[in-house]
């Protein structure tokens, strides 16, 4: 059973460009969480999703990011206008359903804003 | 929202040594999951160790076990027989059991050097 798979492991964006991460999760799992670790910090929350549902945004900064999870394919996270602050690890997490004790990381993106 | 907390920003030990790493949290939930992750070089989150609130005894895994004190908020680590690969970042979690908002909930890391 593959883990959870995030693509690229490495992105590198001029300021204004548009980055977008893609996560697919464990075989069987429909929930899918993003988190970002800025530089010397932990993981912060951003998004959940289900399947073509966004569960709780709370997280994520109202402008110039979003997040989706369809039916079929990745979950995709879109940051559009990047600016250097959004230079960061951003990791995937997936669980197979809503109240399951552990959520499994992905091996997370590197995102560099030049 | 629940906080956590992990005040020993670095920590070092001696090969075969024995070192613990802090953690506290607050919440008003009486039900609750309490994770250590590991995060090497490579970056990759590597689960440690986890603790289910309404269990009073500590759990244990190989040569991680944690100290619960759950009246305290208190969740320590602590890592016997240190080894080289032991050296990386380590981070506490909290997270709620409830079908809703149930995002993890991470400190700041600690930064573990183990030297030879």
């Known amino acids: 059973n593959a883990g959870v798979m995030q693509n690229p492991r490495h992105l590198v964006r001029r300021r204004g460009q548009e980055a977008r991460l893609r996560c697919s999760p464990m075989k069987g799992h429909s929930h899918v969480y993003w988190y970002r670790q800025l530089p010397e910090e932990g993981l912060k929350f951003m998004v959940y999703?289900?399947?073509?549902?966004?569960?709780?945004e709370s997280g994520m900064p109202k402008e110039r990011f979003s997040a989706e999870f369809p039916k079929e394919g990745p979950s995709i996270l879109r940051i559009q206008q990047v600016v250097r602050g959004d230079s960061a690890a951003y990791f995937c997490?997936?669980?197979?359903?809503?109240?399951?004790?552990?959520?499994?990381f992905g091996p997370g993106t590197r995102l560099t804003v030049t | 929202a629940q906080t956590v907390t992990q005040s020993q920003p670095e920590m070092s030990v001696q090969e075969a040594e024995t070192v613990t790493l802090s953690c506290t949290y607050d919440?008003?939930?009486?039900?609750?999951?309490l994770f250590w992750y590991k995060q090497p070089p490579s970056r990759q989150m590597i689960l440690v160790i986890r603790q289910e609130a309404y269990k009073q005894q500590n759990a244990t895994e190989n040569r991680f076990s944690v100290n619960f004190q759950k009246a305290a908020k208190s969740f320590s680590l602590k890592i016997s027989d240190s080894q080289l690969g032991d050296a990386a970042m380590y981070f506490c979690?909290?997270?709620?059991?409830?079908?809703?908002?149930?995002?993890?909930?991470f400190g700041t890391g600690t930064s573990l050097t183990v030297i030879p």
């Open positions: 979690a909290y997270r709620s059991p409830s079908n809703t908002g149930n995002q993890f909930y």
């Open positions: 999703l289900q399947k073509e549902n966004i569960i709780d």
């Open positions: 997490a997936s669980s197979p359903w809503a109240g399951a004790r552990e959520q499994y």
């Open positions: 919440t008003s939930e009486s039900d609750y999951y």
